[in-house]
């Protein structure tokens, strides 16, 4: 069954479990991707792909992180707290993401095979390398691996 398909079977269970978190989340996933399927100009009652389901997934993900970032740096931990809730649910529908220990290996690997030693091709090798761990591993992770192998 797909994702989309998945989270919006999943929201009779959060009500009858009377799971605050997890229905709030669920329904907020089901919106978005509801808007995504409405902005690829499908109709409102048909699901995503997964692939597309996954970005949307991610998306959310990362607005929680920012969320959960800006609240801590403000030292709101009363507004931080549901936003992690909300944020490991999410993480729990999205795949495993790849440790840096093996985003390192990789990369490694890949400044060895191209010859890049510089920090004036950080960027086109981060891109490179974000191709290939596609939905893998975290942008982030892979951006802070390039960072320290060429610094």
């Known amino acids: 069954m797909a994702i989309h398909e998945n989270l919006k ?3 009779p269970d ?3 479990a009377k799971d605050e978190v997890k229905l709030r989340t669920l329904r907020s996933l089901v919106t978005a991707m509801t808007n995504e399927v409405v ?3 499908r109709k409102p009652d048909e699901f995503l ?6 970005a949307v997934l991610k998306r959310a993900a990362s607005q929680r992180r920012d969320s ?3 609240f801590e740096k403000a030292g709101r931990q009363e507004l931080a707290e549901p936003e992690k809730a909300e944020f490991a649910l999410i993480e729990s ?3 495993a993401m790849m440790p840096r220990e093996e985003i390192e290996a990789i990369a490694k690997a890949k400044m060895a095979e191209l010859g890049i ?3 004036a091709e950080a960027g086109k090798f981060t891109g490179l390398l974000m191709k290939e ?4 591993a975290d942008g982030a992770d892979v951006k802070a691996v390039v960072d320290t192998l060429l610094a």
């Open 9 to 11: 079977k999943a929201i």
């Open 14 to 16: 959060a009500m009858r």
């Open 39 to 41: 902005a690829k100009k």
């Open 49 to 54: 792909e997964d692939d597309e389901a996954l």
């Open 68 to 70: 959960i970032e800006q």
């Open 93 to 95: 529908y999205l795949p």
């Open 117 to 119: 030693s510089d920090k």
């Open 133 to 136: 761990l596609k939905g893998q």
